[in-house]
């Protein structure tokens, strides 16, 4: 049996939206530069507890490894 559906919550559309105040391209440019989301393993994450938490990290360990090159060479 299928459950039937109230046609009033079915259709959340309005019949017509108003876009006269809308700016055309507003978001063009930031969708044109694409994302930059990653998803890490839920035993990395519960390392981090935010965005900023990664990021120092990372930012450490970019350092080390920048440190570690220069070493390297002679």
């Keep these: 049996m299928k459950k039937e559906q109230d046609s009033e ?3 959340d559309m309005q019949d017509e939206y108003d ?3 809308g700016v055309r391209g507003k978001y063009a440019a930031r969708y044109a530069q694409g994302t930059n989301v990653v ?3 839920p035993d990395v994450a ?3 507890p935010d ?3 990664v990021n120092k990290a990372l930012r450490a360990l970019a350092e080390i490894a920048q440190r570690q090159s220069e070493k390297a060479r002679p």
């Design 39 to 41: 998803v890490l393993d």
């Design 51 to 53: 965005s900023e938490s």
């Design 9 to 11: 919550t079915d259709n």
């Design 19 to 21: 876009f006269s105040a």
């Design 46 to 48: 519960k390392m981090f």
